[in-house]
């Protein structure tokens, strides 16, 4: 069955680092990849999203990387601020444009 | 910040009694979504629709149901809640015109209601 593995159920980093979280799947091979930053109580907000035939897209202090061989995607933000801290999920499309999430990786920027 | 929106935010309610969680938006997107996630895990869809009177089933097995008899309009029904019912449920909406296999549109999630059944 398809399954989605986002590496350490947390992470944390000193302000004006890069974070890196990598998201693996296994079992499919998704036209698109998607990532989505959720905060406590509230719903997951769409930020990027990659096509298979893309091997990088940047927006501002994001950038995320796809790499189909791999069956992994890496989500980097650049000089991390504390308002970056949230749970960060990877989603891919399975069938009929529907998305399956990963359980997400907390990131917690320290000041 | 997306216009979908889910009440009650936040519902505690007794075994047994019937509910409706409410889920509009104002996008006019055609394709709607609910998704079931527990505090830690993954979100899982329970139901979808790609229009006005269409409903299916997701990947998570639920016992609730859904309508769709207006477009802006996807609530969620349990007929009898249980405790094993207690969960967030995500309402979605995309822009997805309907069964034809494209590149999916983002989706745009409501706040969440958090139900807990006693």
């Known amino acids: 069955s398809q399954k989605i593995e986002q590496n350490s159920e947390a992470l944390n980093i000193q302000e004006g680092k890069t974070a890196t979280l990598t998201c693996n799947y296994t079992n499919y091979s998704p036209a698109y990849l998607q990532w989505y930053r959720q905060d406590p109580g509230r719903g997951p907000v769409f930020l990027l999203l990659i096509r298979e035939n893309e091997k990088e897209k940047r927006k501002e202090r994001l950038k995320v990387t796809f790499d189909t061989t791999l069956k992994q995607s890496l989500f980097h933000i650049t000089a991390s601020q504390p308002a970056d801290s949230a749970t960060y999920l990877c989603?891919?499309?399975?069938?009929?444009?529907?998305?399956?999430f990963g359980t997400g990786t907390r990131l917690t920027v320290i000041p | 910040e997306a216009d979908i929106y889910q009440t009650p935010r936040y519902l505690v309610i007794g075994t047994g009694k019937k509910i409706t969680l409410e889920c509009s938006q104002t996008m006019g997107h055609d394709k709607m979504y609910w998704y079931q996630q527990d505090p830690g895990m993954e979100l899982h869809l329970i139901h979808y629709?790609?229009?006005?009177?269409?409903?299916e089933k997701g990947d998570l097995s639920s016992e609730s149901t859904v309508s769709r008899i207006r477009t802006e309009h996807f609530p969620l029904t349990l007929e009898s809640a249980r405790p094993s019912h207690t969960s967030q449920y995500l309402c979605?909406?995309?822009?997805?015109?309907?069964?034809?296999?494209?590149?999916?549109?983002?989706?745009?999630f409501g706040p969440g209601t958090r139900l807990t059944v006693l």
């Open positions: 989603a891919l499309e399975v069938r009929a444009n529907n998305l399956f």
């Open positions: 979605a909406s995309s822009a997805v015109p309907g069964l034809v296999p494209i590149p999916t549109d983002t989706q745009y």
């Open positions: 629709s790609y229009g006005v009177n269409s409903t």
